[in-house]
């Protein structure tokens, strides 16, 4: 199973963006530190983009669906009907 999700990589994008903006760290060595994230970042939005284009296709195709787990929200309350 997945542990991590894309709402982490949000964080740790957000996290370097701040890291950034700090006037009291080595700018040189934070801007290698964001290069590298950036570049992991990348692959893993192309590797989910897939995942989902993938499902999307599947579901298309058979009207099954099924979130790939690197997509899904952690924090996602599960809304109930009037009628329940």
């Known amino acids: 199973m997945v542990r991590n999700k894309m709402e982490d990589l949000n964080n740790i994008l957000f996290e370097q ?3 950034l903006n700090d006037d009291g ?3 040189d060595q934070e801007l ?3 290069k590298a994230i950036s570049t992991v970042s990348d ?3 192309q590797s989910a983009d ?3 284009r ?6 298309d195709i058979t009207g099954d669906i099924e979130t790939p787990d690197v997509l899904e ?3 996602v309350k599960k809304i109930e ?3 329940n």
């Open 17 to 19: 963006l701040e890291r």
């Open 25 to 27: 760290l080595d700018l």
């Open 32 to 34: 290698k530190r964001a």
């Open 43 to 45: 692959k893993l939005i």
């Open 50 to 52: 897939l995942s989902y």
């Open 54 to 59: 993938v499902m999307k296709l599947r579901a």
């Open 73 to 75: 929200e952690k924090h």
């Open 81 to 83: 009907s009037k009628d």
